[in-house]
């Protein structure tokens, strides 16, 4: 049975450590240079974050949601 695990370290330090430990135990990996998501994408989630947060958002009710969305 093969598993991928992801984990994303914080520094230099803990990705070396990792790299080791794999290495110590023969088990294959690699490091990903790249975010596999678009930077704008990400660059809108995190606004929508923020946004909401400081409360610039509209909220519906769960009986309006046809009506908001202009389906009925």
Do not use: R
């Not at 290495?23 to 690699?30: D, N, T």
Request: hydrophobic share 35%.
């Amino acid at each position: 049975m093969n598993n991928t695990i992801i984990i994303h370290t914080e520094n230099k330090e803990q990705e070396n450590a990792l790299k080791a430990f794999a290495k110590a135990l023969k088990i294959k990996f690699e490091v990903a240079k790249e975010s596999p998501y678009n930077p704008d994408f990400v660059a809108k989630i995190e606004k929508s974050q923020q946004e909401f947060e400081e409360g610039n958002f509209t909220g519906i009710e769960k009986k309006d949601l046809k009506s908001f969305l202009g389906i009925e």
